[in-house]
């Protein structure tokens, strides 16, 4: 089954931007992966869908500061610009496989 | 826009099982969508735990298989997740959601916090 792997925390700057990775095990490089916000104290929030050839798909409602990409390889991105104290959240990764499902360990995101 | 609503008993004892359902308003569990249950430890991150389509088909976690047994009611257009033998490890946010054609989770419930403790 694939396994995701993401750096536990990260930090930027108020009105800057923010690259936050997550890779996917080898074998699985091809792999649709979705990102999930969790404010403190709230549910998750899907916001969106990245495919291998960096093709990305956004939930409702999700500002344009927020966009996917990918890498040629096995990486999945979510960047955030324009840094707003809001984003302050742990950020998830997440993929399936016909009888699994796994999310990433989660990205701490620090505004500063 | 649809929405989803956990509810169940916020305690249960050891040994006991946690029983919870997730009503679906907004949609029809009837849709192609499947249906599933992450939890989130206190301080830790998320669990997918298992999921179902509104035919009945289940798909489970290998760690949480034998506990398990997820069931849908399409006349409540609600579904539910049984887990027996609990311990004071099973005490986490359980949250539902819905997952879309394509295989992502889009919408998710608000999250029931269940204690396991005497």
């Known amino acids: 089954q694939p396994v995701l792997t993401q750096s536990s925390s990260a930090s930027a700057s108020l009105g800057s931007s923010v690259k936050l990775t997550c890779t996917l095990s080898?074998?699985?490089?091809?792999?649709?992966i979705a990102w999930h916000q969790q404010q403190p104290g709230k549910a998750p929030r899907f916001l969106m869908k990245v495919e291998g050839g960096g093709l990305y798909n956004k939930g409702s409602g999700v500002p344009d500061r927020f966009s996917g990409s990918s890498s040629s390889g096995a990486e999945r991105y979510l960047t955030i610009s324009n840094l707003q104290f809001e984003d302050e959240a742990d950020y998830y990764c997440?993929?399936?496989?016909?009888?699994?499902?796994?999310f990433g360990g989660g990205t701490k995101l620090t505004v500063l | 826009q649809e929405q989803l609503q956990e509810s169940g008993p916020g305690l249960v004892k050891p040994s006991g099982t946690l029983s919870l359902t997730c009503a679906v308003s907004?949609?029809?569990?009837?849709?192609?969508?499947?249906w599933t249950w992450v939890r989130q430890p206190p301080g830790k991150g998320l669990e997918w735990i298992g999921e179902?389509?509104?035919?009945?088909?289940?798909k489970y976690s290998p760690s949480l298989k034998s506990r398990l047994s997820i069931s849908i009611d399409g006349s409540k257009n609600q579904f539910s997740l049984k887990m027996t033998s609990v311990t004071a490890a099973d005490t986490a946010l359980y949250y539902c959601a819905r997952i879309s054609p394509i295989g992502v989770i889009d919408f998710w419930g608000q999250g029931t916090l269940v204690t396991v403790s005497s």
């Open positions: 080898s074998g699985h490089s091809d792999y649709i």
């Open positions: 179902i389509y509104h035919s009945g088909s289940t």
């Open positions: 997440a993929t399936w496989d016909t009888d699994t499902r796994v």
């Open positions: 907004g949609g029809s569990i009837r849709s192609s969508n499947w």
